[in-house]
């Protein structure tokens, strides 16, 4: 289903291909991460001169509550009109919630790394190279350097520690910000700073993706090189750590909703 100003529509309608957006994930009933999703839409709709249209997104979430069926919720502006949708998700399954994904690379720059806006040609072609080589995910690279995937954050491990190509040419992460979080909070690890080569790609065995639809989730092989050893390990064990991170934010949400 799809609602302009919180009118139910018919049928989809036209947008501009670089409408602004963000993706809300649903579990349980419960949006995942609610605040740090809608202050990050606040600032792009502020880098755009948007701001009176916050009071309207407001009001309109207000009157939507999760579905318990409803596995995320997409937020568009498009010149004064705000859009919502329910969507489906491209579920991370057990088996590679235990073994980690596939991924493949793809040479792209993403122009405004700050600015989440939705660009339908550029989605549309990596969605089909992935169906094609059946991979999860693509790795955005440019020139030589290593920068972010084409809808997650990127970070690989090197000698048990956690780094993430240099921040200013990568989209900020709500997911990427509790992801540190939980890294600093409960383990006692820092997520540094450190740019990528694709040389330096071919020996890392460790990696991990974190987005919006997929949580935290951590990677099997890239570009058909399969990762293996206390690297890998260490990522499949993070990312099962995430996924206990957020069933205790489902549970404090519930128990102030209560």
Known sequence: MIYKNGNLLD????LNDNFIYEVIR????VYLFLEDHMKRLYGNLEKANKTELFDKIKGIMSDFKPERNVESVMIMVDGEDVFMEDMKIREVTDFERKNGVNI???EFERLNPERKIYRKNFKKEVQEIMDRNDLFELLLY???E???GSRSNFYYIKDGKIFEPTKNKTLPGVVKKNFYKMCEDRLSLEVEERELSLDELKTI???LLSGTGMDVVSVKSINGRELSGKDYELSIELAQ?????IDDYK???EETRV
Do not use: H, I, M, T
């Not at 049928?11 to 036209?14: G, I, M």
């Not at 750590?241 to 991170?245: A, D, Y």
């Open 251 to 253: 549970k404090e949400f």
């Open 142 to 144: 440019n020139g030589n």
């Open 26 to 29: 649903s579990e349980d009933g």
């Open 146 to 148: 290593v920068l972010e």
């Open 241 to 245: 750590k995430f996924r206990e991170f």
């Open 104 to 106: 493949g690379l793809y």
């Open 11 to 14: 049928e989809k309608p036209y």
């Open 205 to 207: 065995d460790g990696a």
